[in-house]
């Protein structure tokens, strides 16, 4: 085996831990990655993080899902609830020593609930470098509506 | 040891002067790091990072990742939901120098990085061959 021959230096712990040693054993206290830390296999919630913001008549969604394609995706709506679920492949590779083991893989669902009801047959979804963008038009009856005030003569 | 003791000075004050010369969060990707026989395979999940934007560095046993990322949707107010933050990916690692580092190479699909880290001939096994008489 070869691995001790891979330890070379310790972390610099003082600049928020960012040197770390690649070929480490230590599996325990895995640092926590952005947002939702470590994904465990077949996780709920936690994957796909989501970020929503309002543009006007649409809704942007957009969601982090590094190692996907758009064949990988399910993504559902149902009145104004989304729900994105896949599965990240595990590797199955052997003969082969994990040193670290941080990205998460296995079926995921994660669900939102929006503020507005959606115009579900015009919603655009594209994948780019792993971000996942739906672009969703909010429903007629969820747009402001001008009343016109009739003066009585 | 002596030569762990500079490997840490040297990168912390790369890690220093990398601070002070750009402001703004980073943000430590996840990566795994798996051992096959002829090379160290490091992959890291850096979605919504361009390959132009990716600096990838090894030096006196040092291997730095650094990704650039632009903000896509800067206007604060808009936002109704916020599970995460967009911005540079930044992670440093040392490695022994029982690496040839100048056949390292690096792919990037999806928005996973994959960086090939072979090791140097001599430590790697020999397949000895035994034959029948």
Redesign the interface.
């Known amino acids: 085996m070869l691995n001790g021959a891979f330890l070379g230096g310790y972390p610099v712990s003082r600049l928020s831990g960012e040197v770390e040693r690649a070929f480490d054993h230590a599996f325990g206290g895995f640092p926590l990655g952005r947002g939702g830390g470590v994904w465990p296999v077949s996780v709920g919630r936690s994957f796909p993080l989501v970020n929503v913001w309002d543009a006007g008549e649409k809704l942007h969604v957009e969601a982090e899902v590094p190692g996907l394609k758009l064949d990988d995706l399910e993504i559902l709506i149902r009145g104004s609830e989304l729900t994105i679920r896949g599965e990240r492949k595990k590797p199955d590779q052997e003969d082969v020593t994990y040193h670290r083991r941080e990205r998460g893989a296995g079926s995921f669902c994660s669900k939102v609930e929006l503020p507005v009801e959606i115009d579900v047959d015009n919603v655009k979804a594209t994948l780019d470098n792993g971000v996942l963008t739906l672009v969703m038009p909010k429903a007629s009856s969820a747009l402001p509506r001008k009343i016109e005030v009739k003066v009585k003569k | 040891m002596n030569t762990?003791t500079a490997?840490?000075k040297r990168?912390?004050g790369e890690?220093?002067q990398h601070?002070a010369m750009r402001g703004g969060p980073r943000?430590?990707?996840?990566?795994?790091?798996?051992?096959?026989?002829g090379e160290?395979r490091?992959?890291a999940?850096?979605?919504?990072?361009?390959p132009e934007s990716i600096d990838i560095n090894f030096e006196k046993?040092?291997?730095t990742i650094h990704a650039k990322v632009e903000p896509?949707?800067s206007?604060e107010s808009?936002?109704?939901?916020?599970?995460?933050?967009v911005g540079d990916y930044?992670?440093?690692?040392?490695?022994?120098?029982?690496i040839d580092a100048r056949r390292i190479s690096a792919e990037y699909a999806?928005?996973?990085l994959t960086l090939h880290v072979p090791?140097s001939e001599e430590?790697q096994?020999r397949k000895i061959e035994l034959r029948e008489n």
Not at chain 2, 32 to 37: A, H, N, R, S
Not at chain 2, 78 to 85: G, I, N, T
């Open positions: 762990e490997v840490e990168a912390e890690v220093t601070e943000y430590r990707p996840s990566v795994d790091i798996v051992e096959f026989p160290l490091v992959m999940d850096v979605p919504g990072a361009n046993g040092v291997l896509r949707h206007q808009d936002y109704l939901l916020r599970e995460y933050a930044y992670r440093v690692f040392t490695v022994s120098e029982n999806d928005g996973v090791k430590v096994p």
